[in-house]
C-alpha cells in the first residue's frame, strides 16, 4: 500500500507539474509540446533536472539557472497541491475502482482553476493599472 500512494504521490506531482505548462501556454494560445520548457524571461531551455516537481525550485531558490529571474512559487504550489490531491483521493478510494476516473476529474478540475484564477489575476492587475478615464 505505501509503494502505491508514494506512485500517485509521484503521478500527482508530474502531472501538476504539466498543469503548469498549460496554465502558463493555454491562455497564450502556445503549443503544449513544442518548444520545451524554457525560462519565459530569458529563453533558455529548462535542463533534464529542472522538471522535477518541487525539489528543482527548491534547489534552484525559485529562480531560474540561467538568468536568475524569480521563478513563481505558483510552480511548487499546483505541483504539491496536486500531488496531495491525487493521494487523498488514492487513499480514499483506493480499492472503489473509481479511482482512474476520479483522477481524471481532479486533474480537469485543478488545470481549470489554475487557468481561471490566473485569468482573473491577471484581469485585476490589468484593471488596475490601466489608467482612468476623464469623466
Given at each position: 500500500?505505501?509503494?502505491?500512494?508514494?506512485?500517485?504521490?509521484?503521478?500527482?506531482l508530474s502531472l501538476g507539474s504539466f498543469l503548469?505548462?498549460?496554465?502558463?501556454?493555454?491562455?497564450?494560445?502556445?503549443?503544449?509540446?513544442s518548444p520545451g520548457s524554457h525560462c519565459p524571461?530569458?529563453?533558455?531551455?529548462?535542463?533534464?533536472?529542472?522538471?522535477?516537481?518541487?525539489?528543482?525550485?527548491?534547489?534552484?531558490?525559485?529562480?531560474?539557472?540561467?538568468?536568475?529571474?524569480?521563478?513563481?512559487?505558483?510552480?511548487?504550489?499546483?505541483?504539491?497541491?496536486?500531488?496531495?490531491?491525487?493521494?487523498?483521493?488514492?487513499?480514499?478510494?483506493l480499492g472503489a475502482g473509481a479511482t482512474p476516473?476520479?483522477?481524471?476529474?481532479?486533474?480537469?478540475?485543478?488545470?481549470?482553476?489554475?487557468?481561471?484564477?490566473?485569468?482573473?489575476?491577471?484581469?485585476?492587475?490589468?484593471?488596475?493599472?490601466?489608467?482612468?478615464?476623464?469623466?
Open positions: 500500500m505505501p509503494a502505491i500512494i508514494l506512485a500517485v504521490a509521484l503521478l500527482g503548469n505548462v498549460v496554465a502558463y501556454r493555454l491562455p497564450r494560445h502556445d503549443s503544449l509540446i524571461n530569458c529563453g533558455h531551455a529548462a535542463r533534464a533536472w529542472h522538471n522535477m516537481p518541487v525539489l528543482a525550485w527548491m534547489a534552484l531558490a525559485g529562480t531560474c539557472a540561467d538568468c536568475d529571474e524569480p521563478i513563481s512559487v505558483r510552480y511548487p504550489i499546483v505541483e504539491l497541491a496536486t500531488g496531495g490531491v491525487f493521494v487523498a483521493a488514492a487513499s480514499e478510494l476516473a476520479l483522477a481524471y476529474l481532479l486533474f480537469a478540475g485543478i488545470a481549470l482553476a489554475v487557468v481561471g484564477l490566473q485569468s482573473i489575476l491577471r484581469a485585476t492587475h490589468l484593471a488596475s493599472s490601466a489608467p482612468l478615464e476623464k469623466q
